[in-house]
């Protein structure tokens, strides 16, 4: 009887002692893990926040990640391009505006261009692309609204000329038979343009293959414009002062051989107008520095341009259809900046990255794990006491 109550004992002193031994070892185990959260906490703050740096660059690589997926988008968004280059009247007009807070945004730009010199070393590529649609888009961009808002009136003026055009249209039967010509294939052309917004929206989707075929389409055009320079050929006598002509519309149709003597002169500065139509487009590149005034220039091409719209009244009631969705493209330029505050929004997530490591330093602060686990070792040692 005494050796089972020694050995009862014994098994219960080494229970007790094993107990006391883990709970030992568990607190200090969780102190040495509190040290090791706080260490981390305060010194390795530097290193989560420059991790998180490093996350925020990985989101800017993410950023210009979805970068390239803009641009993927921006295929689409040139596929949109057609619709956005539909609305794009408000967008112009937003469109100086947007410039006017592009400056701001510069102004402010310092954090976005930190994003933004690298989507405007993209924003180069795509003005890159934008090169060859500013190409197109000097002729239907122009200032295009302006253009036929000016067009509107030189067609009021037109209608004054046409009015003593009777004369002109002595002449001006032949180009307009020359002009139905154009304007036959004028439908042929649209009829290919019908195909080519028909494939137009596809193919702005593959933009590339649509400014691929703009090419041709301007290669056509350079066969309309072959053509044109005929139309222009007695266009630039008629509109080759265009603007000027119609101005002066009723001398020059008084001394309308002259006129088209002085119009085969025109045509010689016209090829030197699109001579420097080219350099317009070589300023082009810089102009969209200088765009409006480039712009300027464009409407003085589209004065020039107004047979082509005389033709192209068609193309521009298309090229209105293509700058109407430009609401919808700045409308999705706004999406863009609406993403830009999601990218600022996960800037502030970034920064919330931030505070939410301070947080977690003033958690592990209010927590009082410690105190608890010590609470708990008293009611060992009173086991201990009652037990022995």
């Known amino acids: 009887m005494c050796s089972n109550a020694v050995t009862s004992l014994f098994s219960l002193i ?7 031994i883990t709970i030992g070892q568990e607190v200090r185990g969780e102190r040495e893990r509190e040290r090791e959260r706080q260490r981390k906490c305060t010194e390795g703050k530097g290193e989560k926040t420059e991790g998180n740096r490093e996350k925020t660059e990985g989101n800017r690589e993410k950023t210009e990640g979805n970068g390239e997926k803009t641009e993927g988008n921006g295929e689409k968004t040139e596929g949109n391009g057609e619709k956005t280059e539909g609305n794009g009247e408000k967008t112009e007009g937003k469109g100086e505006k947007t410039e ?16 933004g010199e690298k989507t405007e070393g993209k924003g180069e590529k795509t003005e890159g692309n934008g090169e060859k649609t500013e190409g197109k888009g000097e002729k239907t961009e122009g200032n295009g609204e302006k253009t036929e808002g000016k067009g509107e009136k030189t067609e009021g003026k037109g209608e004054k000329t046409e009015g003593k055009a009777e004369k002109t249209e002595g002449k001006g039967e032949k180009t307009e038979g020359n002009r139905e010509k154009t304007e036959g294939k004028g439908e042929k052309t649209e009829g290919k343009g019908e195909k080519t917004e028909g494939k137009g929206e596809k193919t702005e989707g593959n933009g590339e293959k649509t400014e691929g075929k703009g090419e041709k389409t301007e ?9 044109g320079e005929k139309t222009e050929g007695n266009g630039e006598k008629t509109e080759g002062k265009g603007e000027k002509t119609e101005g002066n519309g009723e001398k020059t149709e008084g001394n309308g051989e002259k006129t ?18 080219e ?5 082009g590149e810089k102009t969209e520095g200088n765009g409006e005034k480039t712009e300027g220039k464009g409407e003085k091409t589209e004065g020039n341009g107004e047979k082509t719209e005389g033709n192209g009244e068609k193309t521009e009631g298309k090229g209105e259809k293509t700058e109407g969705n430009r609401e919808k493209t700045e409308g999705k330029g706004e999406k863009t900046e609406g993403n830009g505050e999601k990218t600022e929004g996960n800037g502030e997530k970034t920064e919330g990255m931030c505070v939410c490591s301070g947080d977690s330093v003033s958690h592990h602060k209010s927590r009082p794990p410690a105190v608890s686990r010590k609470s708990s070792t008293p009611h060992v040692l009173e086991s201990k006491h009652i037990l022995f």
């Open 14 to 20: 080494s229970r007790h002692l094993l107990v006391n």
């Open 100 to 115: 006017g807070k592009g400056e701001k945004t510069e102004g402010n730009g310092e954090k976005t261009e930190c994003k």
């Open 219 to 227: 290669g056509n055009g350079e066969k309309t414009e072959g053509k």
């Open 260 to 277: 088209e003597g002085m119009g085969e002169k025109t045509e010689g500065n016209g090829e030197k107008t699109e001579g420097k139509g």
């Open 279 to 283: 350099k317009t487009e070589g300023n």
